[in-house]
């Protein structure tokens, strides 16, 4: 499929998952499921795009995204990956690692 043809061409390519990931979204959750774990980062896109706070947040939590918001985030990749949110967590850790080379 298409995440496939992205890595064959683009080989250090990653993916940004932000807060859209946390609202009904069908599509995206199905290319969070096909695309591979170690190329798939968190987003918070703060301040902009704030997870489903219904959901995760409660409405104390600021109307904006804020950098602490990317859990939520990784929790729902954790959901729609069917694994614990401390795996995500590290492999997380690891692709940013990767990416930046540090």
Aim: glycine letters at 6%; hydrophobic letters at 40%.
């Amino acid at each position: 499929g298409i995440n496939a043809e992205y890595g064959e061409f683009f080989p250090n390519f990653f993916i940004g998952i932000a807060g859209l990931i946390t609202y009904n979204n069908p599509e995206l959750e199905n290319v969070v499921k096909e695309f591979p774990f170690d190329r798939v980062l968190v987003e918070t896109d703060a301040p902009y795009m704030r997870p489903f706070y219904r959901k995760f947040l409660d409405r104390s939590t600021p109307r904006v995204s804020t950098p602490g918001m990317g859990v939520v985030i990784a929790q729902k990749i954790a959901e729609v990956k069917e694994l614990d949110l401390d795996d995500v967590l590290i492999q997380m850790r690891e692709n940013v690692t990767e990416m930046y080379g540090i």
